[in-house]
């Protein structure tokens, strides 16, 4: 049976006004632990989204005092992405999975006869995956990224920041001198700078996820999209399990997920 948008959604809106600070964007992300908002003045009237990496690029920008007056009076209407990408309820997930990875993006604004209903991610796909019965998948290996972002524990998260922004990675990699991963810092351990002047002492070590959670690389996708569930990720740290504490092999994200569903002759596609 095909499975559709309405089947995996996410049902309602949550949403931030227009006039919002940067700052309250941040405390709304960070409440329902989400990666974007609605910028609408009401649900039924939507303008924008906003998401944390579009806040993230607002602290990067927060160089100086001066800059980060100017950022902070600077509203969700200022940063937000318009018009928003919106799909309609009974679209097929292949279908919806399609136009996520051709145009780059994590969500889409859920429609039914125009009217906005919920919203449809990443994170509700792998959620998909993980519901499946268990079929021949490929591996973590034949999809994972072997390129990503590494910086050393003492690395200032403005540098970090600056450097997530520039390469459009939403995470890094963080070890130490001998290239043994320590933790991650993705775009929501920075939310809590949202706003505000950050200190130059203060390096990733001290916002980093140190709760580390690692794949195999020939495991299964089904595999991966659980752990992603289960501990509620977006990319899981691929190693050599003969040797866990040697430099990453490479990273698997709810992206690359859903990358190989919308490619020709996976089982979303038959």
């Not at 709304?28 to 989204?49: K, M």
């Not at 919203?119 to 998909?128: E, M, P, Q």
């Not at 990503?148 to 922004?165: N, Q």
């Amino acid at each position: 049976m095909t499975k559709l948008v309405k089947d995996l959604m996410h049902t309602g809106l949550i949403t931030c006004p227009p006039n919002a600070s940067l700052g309250q964007a941040a405390a709304i992300l960070n409440r329902h632990h989400i990666h974007a908002l609605i910028v609408a003045e009401s649900a039924d009237s939507p303008l924008g989204i906003i998401s944390d990496f579009d806040l993230l690029a607002g602290e990067w920008l927060s160089v100086d005092n001066e800059s980060l007056e100017t950022m902070k009076k600077m509203t969700a209407r200022d940063l937000m992405t318009s018009p928003i990408e919106s799909i309609e309820a009974n679209t097929s997930v292949e279908e919806t999975a399609r136009r996520m990875t051709e145009k780059e993006i994590h969500r889409m604004m859920v429609t039914e006869k125009g009217k906005p209903v919920g919203v449809i991610s990443i994170s509700s796909l792998v959620a998909g995956i993980a519901a499946q019965e268990k079929v021949k998948r490929e591996k973590v290996g034949d999809v994972m990224s072997d390129t990503f972002l590494v910086c050393r524990d003492k690395t200032p998260i403005v540098s970090a920041a600056r450097t997530m922004t520039q390469a459009g990675w939403r995470s890094v990699i963080v070890v130490d001198a001998r290239g043994r991963a320590l933790g991650v810092v993705t775009g929501k351990d920075l939310m809590q700078f949202g706003g505000r002047n950050v200190e130059e002492n203060i390096t990733v070590s001290d916002v980093m996820n140190r709760d580390l959670i690692t794949i195999g690389i020939h495991a299964s996708l089904q595999e991966a999209a659980d752990l992603m569930i289960q501990n509620h990720r977006h990319r899981v740290i691929v190693v050599d399990v003969n040797d866990p504490e040697g430099f990453p092999l490479g990273v698997i994200s709810s992206f690359d997920i859903v990358a190989e569903m919308a490619r020709p002759g996976s089982v979303w596609q038959r």
